[in-house]
């Protein structure tokens, strides 16, 4: 960092295994694949080409090299891995991901049912060569999944060789655990976490307000994705309590009721001005 300050929680350090940060890439260019990287390549673990963005966009043997040069793990969204199991391609989308060196791959099932039996194979299958991560939810906000399903899968996955699982939330925050209003389903994680360590849950919050609340849930070192672009330094400051949201979440008890107190005492000064 660029100067000392007290009282900033201490952040792991890549290659890391938890406060893990996603950043989406939904169709950056080479110039803006470069200045991603010298602004925020040092905050940024993962880099998922959203949902099947890879299909069609230009240079990207040139972007994933780009990615990897400044120590990111790119990966192609469970999107596409859908497309190509729904087209019984499975062993052509394991090419791909050999052909562009990837280290990384998602499986998921929110766009279409495979039995969960079948993606547990998948998952070993693919975990053989290769780290996985795997998603749970789905992406129709019409489908609700119970809190021990969710659970059970999770679970299975990670059983069956998922380094991490994703819990739904898509880039528009609204489904999975999210409410269509973008809160939390803050029963439904509640349970989930007291069965699955949240260091093995990489949670989906494009949102604001969702990133505030898993910081403040599980501090600095909650693993975080789909997450824009220009929003990797203003989410590296939520963590840090450099943001007005989360200022006083890592600052010690007396200190934040000093300071409070400060404020309350020059409010009621004006009042009485």
């Given at each position: 960092?660029?100067?000392?300050?007290?009282?900033?929680?201490?952040?792991?350090?890549?290659?890391?295994?938890?406060?893990?940060?996603?950043?989406?890439?939904?169709?950056?260019?080479?110039?803006e694949?470069?200045n991603?990287?010298?602004?925020?390549?040092?905050?940024?673990?993962?880099?998922?080409?959203?949902?099947?963005?890879?299909?069609?966009?230009?240079?990207?043997e040139?972007?994933?090299?780009?990615?990897?040069?400044?120590?990111?793990?790119?990966?192609?969204?469970?999107?596409?891995?859908?497309?190509?199991h729904?087209?019984?391609?499975?062993?052509?989308?394991?090419r791909?991901?050999?052909?562009?060196?990837?280290?990384?791959?998602?499986?998921?099932?929110g766009s279409?049912?495979?039995?969960?039996?079948?993606?547990?194979?998948?998952?070993?299958?693919?975990?053989?060569?290769r780290?996985?991560?795997?998603?749970?939810?789905?992406?129709?906000s019409g489908?609700?999944?119970?809190?021990?399903?969710?659970?059970?899968?999770?679970?299975?996955?990670?059983?069956?060789?998922s380094?991490?699982?994703?819990?739904?939330?898509?880039e528009?925050?609204?489904?999975?655990?999210f409410?269509?209003?973008?809160?939390?389903?803050?029963?439904l994680?509640?349970?989930?976490i007291?069965?699955?360590k949240p260091?093995?849950?990489l949670?989906?919050?494009?949102?604001?307000?969702q990133?505030v609340w898993?910081?403040?849930?599980?501090?600095?070192?909650?693993?975080?994705?789909?997450?824009?672009?220009?929003?990797?330094?203003?989410?590296?400051?939520?963590?840090?309590?450099?943001?007005?949201?989360?200022?006083?979440?890592?600052?010690?008890?007396?200190?934040e009721?000093?300071?409070?107190?400060?404020?309350?005492?020059?409010?009621?000064?004006?009042?009485?001005?």
């Amino acid at each position: 960092m660029n100067f000392d300050l007290t009282y900033i929680p201490k952040r792991s350090v890549k290659p890391r295994n938890s406060g893990i940060t996603m950043m989406m890439d939904k169709g950056l260019s080479l110039r803006e694949t470069e200045n991603f990287i010298e602004a925020s390549g040092h905050l940024t673990d993962l880099v998922k080409f959203g949902f099947g963005t890879s299909y069609v966009t230009k240079n990207l043997e040139e972007k994933i090299t780009l990615y990897k040069s400044a120590g990111i793990r790119p990966y192609f969204g469970g999107t596409l891995f859908e497309a190509f199991h729904a087209r019984g391609m499975f062993d052509d989308y394991r090419r791909t991901l050999d052909k562009y060196d990837l280290d990384l791959a998602e499986i998921s099932d929110g766009s279409i049912n495979i039995e969960h039996d079948e993606k547990c194979e998948l998952i070993r299958v693919l975990a053989k060569d290769r780290t996985v991560l795997s998603e749970v939810g789905s992406k129709d906000s019409g489908i609700l999944i119970s809190p021990a399903k969710w659970i059970k899968m999770m679970s299975s996955e990670l059983e069956a060789g998922s380094w991490k699982v994703i819990a739904e939330g898509r880039e528009s925050g609204t489904v999975g655990v999210f409410r269509p209003n973008g809160t939390a389903h803050t029963v439904l994680i509640n349970r989930i976490i007291a069965k699955v360590k949240p260091e093995d849950i990489l949670w989906e919050a494009p949102l604001k307000k969702q990133q505030v609340w898993f910081v403040r849930l599980f501090g600095a070192e909650v693993n975080l994705g789909n997450i824009a672009p220009n929003e990797m330094i203003p989410l590296e400051c939520l963590r840090l309590g450099l943001r007005g949201d989360t200022f006083f979440e890592f600052m010690p008890k007396d200190i934040e009721e000093r300071l409070k107190q400060v404020n309350a005492d020059g409010v009621e000064d004006d009042d009485e001005g």
